[in-house]
């Protein structure tokens, strides 16, 4: 399936709903579940997003996923059974292999891997590690979101919690030590 002409099988940024957190990427491992097709086909497969974004099922070879939520996956697949005429009914689940996370390190009381939800703010994942040490520099909290680093004031956000920074899953918090 090439890239996605179907109405399915294309991402729906028109929504205006689809938060960029639950779109699929490389390197995540899926279970994608196969049924409504002759028991000698139905499956389970453990099946990870490659580099080019894609991953392999039975019969239909290379699907694209990266940048698609589970739900457009699974329907992309069905599609594309249906299309090629491989199944007429074909049912696929996709779900996450492994939860995504939040590194928080650093001056915090137990730095820890903090599991990503879609709530979680900068001042959240560091609350959930115990909060920072009597020795944290909160005035330049170290934030890392998609490959860039930049700082944010602590202080200046539980003054103004609506302040507060949404994370991204495999974000990474850094808190320095203070020199005072």
């Known amino acids: 399936m090439g890239g996605g002409s179907s109405a399915g099988g294309t991402p729906a940024p028109n929504l ?12 995540d491992t899926l279970i994608i579940r196969l049924t409504g097709v002759p028991t000698a086909d139905q499956g389970i497969y453990e099946i990870k997003v490659d580099e080019s974004g894609k991953v392999s099922m039975p019969y239909i070879g290379s699907v694209l996923a990266a940048n698609f939520t589970t739900v457009q996956l699974k329907k992309s697949i069905e599609e594309a059974y249906v299309q090629q005429e491989i199944f007429t009914n074909p049912n696929v ?18 730095p ?21 040490t009597d020795f944290a520099n909160r005035r330049n909290v170290k934030l890392t979101q998609s490959g860039a680093t930049r700082e944010f004031n602590a202080k200046e956000i539980q003054a103004d919690p609506s302040r507060d920074i949404r994370l991204l899953p495999n974000d990474k918090i850094h808190v320095d030590r203070s020199i005072f």
């Not at 205006?16 to 390197?27: F, K, P, Q």
């Not at 779900?95 to 590194?103: N, P, Y």
């Not at 820890?112 to 920072?132: E, I, N, S």
């Open 93 to 110: 689940t996709v779900d996450l292999k492994e939860q995504r996370f939040v590194d928080v390190t650093g001056e915090v009381r137990m």
């Open 16 to 27: 205006g709903v689809i938060d960029t957190s639950d779109l699929l990427r490389g390197g």
């Open 112 to 132: 820890q891997r903090v599991p990503y939800t879609k709530d979680l703010t900068a001042l959240g994942a560091v609350a959930a590690c115990g909060g920072f």
